[in-house]
T-cell receptor, first 116, second 111 residues
Framework: AQKITQTQPGMFVQEKEAVTLDCTYD???????LFWYKQPSSGEMIFLIY??????QNATEGRYSLNFQKARKSANLVISASQLGDSAMYFC?????????????FGKGTKLSVIP | DTAVSQTPKYLVTQMGNDKSIKCEQN?????MYWYKQDSKKFLKIMFS???????INETVPNRFSPKSPDKAHLNLHINSLELGDSAVYFC??????????FGPGTRLTVT
C-alpha cells in the first residue's frame, strides 16, 4: 500500500518568489513513481512533473522542480518565480509497482495562494 | 481534439435515481481509471481497467458499476444514488502504467 502526506493545507507566497510544497511518501514497493498535479479553481487536473524512484537526477519542468530525497522519502515541489496563475490546489501522488502501478494514491493537497 | 472527455460535466439528480457518466479517450491508451474527489478535495481511485479488464476495484459499493465497451471508453453507472455520492468524478487514461491524463471531471450533486 502507498501513502502520501502533504502537511501544508495552505501556503501563501509573494509573486515572483519561490515556494516549496512538501510531500512525504510511504511505500514498500522497490520501484515507484512520484507525480505532482495542479488543480486550479476551474477544476481540471494538470500534470506538472514526474520523478521515478531510480532516476539519478531531480526532475525539472520549466519553473517546476522536484526535490527528491529518497532516503527521507520526500518529493517536494519547488515553484520558482511564482505567478498569479499558480494559485491553485497542488496534489502529490505516488504510483507503485505490480498491481499498484495501475493507480495513483494522492495526498490531501496544498492550496497555494500567490499574493501580488 | 480533447484527449480525455467526460459527459456530462454537471449532473444533478435525486436520491434513489440511477445515472451514468461516460468517458472517452482518443490517445490510444490501453488503461482507464475512475477517481472520486470528495468535498474536501481528496482524490481516491475507484476502478482501473487495462485492455478492458478490471485491474483495481477499491472497496467501492456495488451500486457503482464500471463498463468498458472498448479500450477507448470507460463508463460509470451508479444505481440508487445516495447523498454521499455527491462528488466530482474524474476519468483518466494512460498507456499501460504510464502517466495518467485526466478528464475535466463530472460534478455529481445528489439532492
Amino acid at each position: 500500500a502507498q501513502k502520501i502526506t502533504q502537511t501544508q493545507p495552505g501556503m501563501f507566497v509573494q509573486e515572483k518568489e519561490a515556494v516549496t510544497l512538501d510531500c512525504t511518501y510511504d511505500t514498500s514497493d522497490p520501484s515507484y513513481g512520484l507525480f505532482w498535479y495542479k488543480q486550479p479553481s476551474s477544476g481540471e487536473m494538470i500534470f506538472l512533473i514526474y520523478q521515478g524512484s531510480y532516476d539519478q537526477q531531480n526532475a525539472t519542468e520549466g519553473r517546476y522542480s522536484l526535490n527528491f530525497q529518497k532516503a527521507r522519502k520526500s518529493a517536494n515541489l519547488v515553484i520558482s518565480a511564482s505567478q498569479l496563475g499558480d494559485s491553485a490546489m497542488y496534489f502529490c501522488a505516488i504510483r507503485g509497482s505490480g498491481a499498484g502501478s495501475y493507480q495513483l494514491t494522492f495526498g490531501k493537497g496544498t492550496k497555494l495562494s500567490v499574493i501580488p | 481534439d480533447t484527449a480525455v472527455s467526460q459527459t456530462p460535466k454537471y449532473l444533478v439528480t435525486q436520491m434513489g435515481n440511477d445515472k451514468s457518466i461516460k468517458c472517452e479517450q482518443n490517445l490510444g491508451h490501453d488503461t482507464m481509471y475512475w477517481y472520486k474527489q470528495d468535498s474536501k478535495k481528496f482524490l481516491k481511485i475507484m476502478f482501473s481497467y487495462n485492455n478492458k479488464e478490471l485491474i483495481i476495484n477499491e472497496t467501492v459499493p456495488n451500486r457503482f458499476s464500471p463498463k468498458s465497451p472498448d479500450k477507448a471508453h470507460l463508463n460509470l453507472h451508479i444505481n440508487s444514488l445516495e447523498l454521499g455520492d455527491s462528488a466530482v468524478y474524474f476519468c483518466a487514461s494512460s498507456l499501460s502504467a504510464g502517466q495518467q491524463y485526466f478528464g475535466p471531471g463530472t460534478r455529481l450533486t445528489v439532492t
